[in-house]
T-cell receptor, first 113, second 115 residues
Framework: GENVEQHPSTLSVQEGDSAVIKCTYS??????FPWYKQELGKGPQLIID?????GEKKDQRIAVTLNKTAKHFSLHITETQPEDSAVYFC????????????FGQGTELSVKP | GAVVSQHPSRVICKSGTSVKIECRSL??????MFWYRQFPKQSLMLMAT?????????EQGVEKDKFLINHASLTLSTLTVTSAHPEDSSFYIC???????????FGPGTRLTVT
């Protein structure tokens, strides 16, 4: 089955710097790669996603890149702000798994003012 | 996207009792819902897929007789933790998938504490 590895587990940056979180997946059939932000005691919120027919997607300060050949995808946050501090999860799913998401281990991002 | 609610948000129960958690899709008809469990400082682990009008499908290692799932309508799925023990204390989260886009919309979660 699918396995998703996420690095780093913790990331501390200064306000205004960029943050990059990387994930690799194992199942070449995976075709949907969302990123979620989870604040303490809350459910995950979708912040951006990418599909296998696209190499890069950007939404304001957030971007995601996908390398299908290498089976890895990354989240890039520019001009970080303290409110970006949270746990970020990557995930992968394929259409032949009924929409099941397999999550990475999570990255705790801390943005210091 | 879909709006998903869970009830209760927090529950404390005594060991040996059963607890029911509700997941509602407020604006989206869901033939499928997913139930996840999340221990502190860990990732979300899929427990089971709730199917409207049929039996739930459970992930390997999840006891179906302990975690009873009922998907009574297109907007409601319930998870009942039977004979709860302290090790069942966790954050339980449901999600509603949009099959046309593959997106999943998560509920706010239910914090279960078993004493």
């Amino acid at each position: 089955g699918e396995n998703v590895e996420q690095h780093p587990s913790t990331l501390s940056v200064q306000e205004g710097d960029s943050a990059v979180i990387k994930c690799t997946y194992s199942d070449s059939a995976s075709n949907y790669f969302p990123w979620y932000k989870q604040e303490l005691g809350k459910g995950p919120q979708l912040i951006i996603d990418i599909r296998s027919n696209v190499g890069e997607k950007k939404d304001q300060r957030i971007a995601v890149t996908l390398n299908k050949t290498a089976k890895h995808f990354s989240l890039h946050i520019t001009e970080t702000q303290p409110e970006d501090s949270a746990v970020y999860f990557c995930a992968a799913s394929s259409g032949n798994q009924g929409g099941k998401l397999i999550f990475g281990q999570g990255t705790e991002l801390s943005v210091k003012p | 996207g879909a709006v998903v609610s869970q009830h209760p948000s927090r529950v404390i129960c005594k060991s040996g009792t059963s607890v029911k958690i509700e997941c509602r899709s407020l604006d989206f008809q869901a033939t499928t819902m997913f139930w996840y469990r999340q221990f502190p400082k860990q990732s979300l682990m899929l427990m089971a897929t709730s199917n409207e009008g049929s039996k739930a499908t459970y992930e390997q290692g999840v006891e179906k007789d302990k975690f009873l799932i009922n998907h009574a309508s297109l907007t409601l799925s319930t998870l009942t933790v039977t004979s709860a023990h302290p090790e069942d204390s966790s954050f339980y989260i449901c999600s509603v998938p949009d099959r046309s886009s593959n997106e999943q919309y998560f509920g706010p979660g239910t914090r279960l504490t078993v004493t």
